[in-house]
């Protein structure tokens, strides 16, 4: 193999050039990324980026020497637009068309945005420069509104509390994280948001916004409620970059649809937000929004590009910081599952397990870093026999 290209410059995308390198793979790579910056980090981008006014140099996931030593070639900032599978040939917007033997998307997701006009003082938060006009909005808005209760609004809720804003967040769903975490677990988050002084309009759909002089002044809900905002931010999900790929003749649909080894077609993969694999540990289709998986399965794609047809089976993870609250999780929390509490909720240190037929099937350490390590095994254990077309799942 010649030439390796790399579609995104971010958490996979750089994550697969270093597995080509500790790989082996010695020949050509090239990384196309649509961003004007060199690989940064997004998980912080909610949290201290912001509320502590971190530098750039703390975000960045590579010193500028280790990216030079990969000796890869960054189209940076560069955007690919058409993908020929019989020629293998990938077009730039630029024009530029490139070869190549094999080929890596990373390209990840964009947030979802509501239809119609946005007066000024609406956000979305996917990349450094949106966050960085975040907090230089935040300057000027005593008055927060966080449209969606999702990992990213709860976490941009408790930043924004952190500067001391008013902050109001507003979702239709009955509880924080209600796509991830079972009720016991969001209804104890939605109190310590509220202990925190983070106001909660739960089970209320968003009508529209409202403005003066084209900024925004508040976010009309649908029974009839206006809550005062000068600045709102809209997180309400996303949705995987594939629209220029519709016409490539790769399989697309809640993303890049791949098979057990995050093979799309020959010599094509996907890794991180974008992928979307058959998971054959639990019979069934996954797309993961969360930062280990971008680099796990970036190193597994590029082992599978280099020949070793391996499935890609791993125990989901994902993390979140809000107030005092580091949330972790491994594996997966049916609607219908039971949840046992391991240690005390009270003291704020604790373990919940999630039963399904007889088996944990998800471990929750909710400021318990050492004690979940502990449980992940019995997920590893429990996950062959778990087939997740039989649970009652919400997918997050
Ligand atoms: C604010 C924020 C906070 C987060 N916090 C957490 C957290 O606490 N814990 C956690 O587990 N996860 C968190 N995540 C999720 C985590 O950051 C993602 O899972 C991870 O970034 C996915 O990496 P990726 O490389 O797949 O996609 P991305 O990081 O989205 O990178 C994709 C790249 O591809 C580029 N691209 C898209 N289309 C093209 C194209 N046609 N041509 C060229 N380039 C293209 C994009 O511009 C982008 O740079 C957070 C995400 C955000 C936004």
Redesign the pocket.
């Known amino acids: 193999m010649r030439t390796v290209i790399v ?7 750089l994550a697969a050039v270093q597995a080509l390198r500790a790989e082996g793979y010695r020949g050509r790579i090239l990384v ?4 004007p910056h060199l690989p940064y ?7 201290g980026f912001i509320a502590d006014n971190l530098p750039f140099e703390h975000v960045r996931l590579s010193e500028p020497a280790l990216l030079n030593e990969l000796g890869a070639e960054w189209l940076i900032p ?4 058409e993908l020929d599978l019989d020629r293998r040939m990938l077009r730039l917007e630029a024009g530029d068309r490139l070869g190549f033997d094999g080929l890596i998307l ?5 947030p979802r945005v509501f239809p119609g006009p946005r007066p000024n003082g609406v956000y979305t ?3 450094l420069d949106d ?1 960085a006009a975040l907090r230089t909005a935040l300057g000027s808005a005593p008055q927060v509104a966080v449209i969606g209760t999702g ?2 609004g709860m ?1 941009f809720a408790a930043t924004a509390r952190k500067l001391g804003l008013d902050v109001t967040v507003i979702g239709n769903a009955p509880h924080p994280l209600a796509r991830q975490f079972p009720a016991a677990i969001g209804n104890l988050l939605a109190a310590r948001h509220r202990a925190a002084g983070v106001m909660l309009r739960l089970e209320v759909q968003v009508a529209g916004f409202e403005e003066k002089g084209g900024h925004l002044s508040g976010v009309r809900l649908a029974d009839g409620d206006i809550v005062p905002a000068e600045l709102a931010l809209v997180a309400i999900g996303s949705q995987p ?1 594939v629209d ?1 790929l519709r016409t490539s003749g790769l399989p697309i649909g809640d993303g890049i649809l791949c098979d057990a080894c995050c093979r799309a077609a020959p010599g094509v993969y996907a ?4 992928a979307s694999w058959w998971h054959s540990g639990y019979g069934a289709r996954l797309r ?7 680099t796990e399965q970036a190193g597994a794609t590029v082992k599978n590009l280099l020949g070793a047809a391996e499935d890609f089976r791993p125990i989901p ?5 809000q107030h005092d609250i580091k949330l972790q999780s491994y594996g997966i929390f049916p609607d219908d599952g039971e949840v046992e509490i391991e240690g005390d909720m009270a003291s704020g240190r604790f373990v919940a397990l999630c039963h399904n037929q007889g088996r944990v099937v998800g471990a929750l350490g909710w400021n318990a870093v050492k004690a979940l390590r502990q449980s992940r095994m019995r997920l590893v254990e429990a996950m062959e026999g778990i087939r997740l077309d039989e649970l009652q799942l919400t997918v997050g």
């Not at 560069?78 to 637009?81: E, F, G, P």
């Not at 890794?271 to 974008?274: E, F, M, N, P, S």
């Open positions: 579609v995104g410059g971010s958490a996979a995308g196309v990324g649509a961003e980090d997004r998980p912080p981008l909610s949290k560069a955007r690919a637009c990373a390209t990840g997701v964009s938060l996917r990349s966050a990992v990213l976490e970059d220029w890794a991180g937000d974008v993961i929004e969360h930062r280990m998986n971008a993870f994902m993390w979140s910081d």
